[in-house]
């Protein structure tokens, strides 16, 4: 008799017999039955087992449906019932015995490794990307297994101190996080100034949780956020082990998987858990480059940041609010926007084309876009379109069409700016993708009304026809509910009519734009749009206006990082000039209309600009 034959035999009278047990009533919970189940079924027999229950449970469920005896038929019903347990405590057998053999893979991957090498792996299988992502209880049990391996007979004293390295990182991770979860949220309805990041007085919770991680490491780095100091400088100065850096990935990856979840539950205003989660990917994706980018190069701690940073990122792209079209400047802000985006290009480097990479990519062309690194953007989107078509990742290959096409725009180059514009519509149609073709449209528009402004183009037919595409695009983006691509295309028609010098029927669109781009959180449209508000309003002789919505746009585009803030305050600085001491009343009167937008620092930031934009002339 063969083994599966065997084995058959034995799956079957494992199955019989616990229903026999339960049907005379000895089988008093399903813990019982799990216990059967992991005494009794061998390594290697799974598929077997797997085959012989969904025979039983079948010819069970047919007796219950066909039986017209009603003592046969509840018989059969207990029966079935009887193995509809088995098969869920089945299941459960199946999800353990997967993680005690990743747990057992994990130990072997490590004891194989090379000693530079463990820590990534250790990493790699805490990956929250796996198929079968570990729990917290799972996580447990790597450490004790770590704790207590059955080393190989080579084991070297490296290893061994490796090994209990892991395994207190994970237990020290593990109660950090415990202590720190009842704060996960707290801080967002605290009051005072932490400054999470974003614009105005906003709370943050880096200093809630340094207090309660009660844990020397991750306090000290919590801090250092809370600081505002640098996390490149406190890599670089402070001494670490193994176990400190897997202690706070785990204390890391606690904090935002639980961040995540709670922010996308946030049902009463889906858009602001949106926004709210992308700005948590992204913050703690740029936290390990940055502490990757300060330990020292040589460091055997530099590749399992940027690892783990990946992994962030990886996660971040499968969301189904991944922004293809911006929008990530929500809560961030400060020079820790600016250092993050060269941060996140560091890890991209390391991968190999991908679907997630080419996504990721979308997003930091169109920050370097925002950035005023044009060169930067073309080559991160013309990266990022070739992957998305080498994968058949439509949507993103439309995107990256249509990016680059506004940067185009942005290095007046029109003729490529249409180019790219057109590839987009015709593609975005195909495809069916609505939200492409309403950037397409607008992308389109926006491109031929610069060109023929360029050109000194004086037919008026010419401007008609640009803006009906840039009408059109509006329209279908208020018919998706699509706020992101309805600001494009309000804050589109705004500028064509700034350049077409008709400042009134700017103003209406621009005011729309601004509208939508708060709705999203795309600081650099919010900044962009209130720019031009300030020129349509300085062209009405409305001089009150143009210095609050200038003044405002100026500091929303500095604090991004965004070059175009040096011409809105070229705007201010010639009605300074042309205002004298008026200048700083009418600034004063519009104080209350400011700080809901960006805080009593932002305000008080806004002559210190303007000096700073002097003193760059010189």
Known sequence: MSDSTSWNDRSLSLIDGIVETTLKGQIRSKEQVYQMLVEQIETGSGEIFDRCLADRLATTQQQVDTETDELKQAKATRRLRALKTIRGEWERWQKENLVREAIASSLQQIFAAEPENRLTVLLGAIDPNQKQPLSLKQLQQLAKALKSPQLPETADPDLENDLQQFHSGIALGLACWQRLEPHLVSWMYSRSSLGFGGTGDRPRPWELWAKQANSPFPSAFFNTIALDKSIVEFAATITIEKRDLVELAVVLQCLQRGLVQWFDKLIYDAKVGTKLSISTFLTFAAIWCQLADGFPSNSSFVNPCFQVALQILRAFSRQQYFPLYGGIFASFSGQYLKETLSYLDKPMRLVKGTEEKARILTLLGYSQQTLGSYEGALAFHGEALEIAREMGDRSCEIANLNHLSRTYVAQKDYGEAINY???????????????????????????????????????????????????RGLQLSVKLGDRQSQSLCFSSLGIAYIVLEKPEEALKYLAEAWQAAQYTGDLYLQGVNLAYLARAYYSLQNFSKAISTGSVGMYLLSQIGATEWRETAALLTVLQGQLGEVFQKELQQQRPQILPIIGVDGYDYIPELLIEYRESLH
Do not use: K, P
């Open 421 to 471: 514009s057109q590839r987009a519509l015709i593609l975005s149609r195909q495809a069916g993708d609505r939200q492409g073709e309403a950037n397409a449209l607008a992308n389109f528009g926006y491109s031929e009304v610069f060109r023929a402004r360029a050109e000194e183009t004086m037919e008026l037919e010419v401007y008609e026809s640009s803006i009906n595409y840039l009408e």
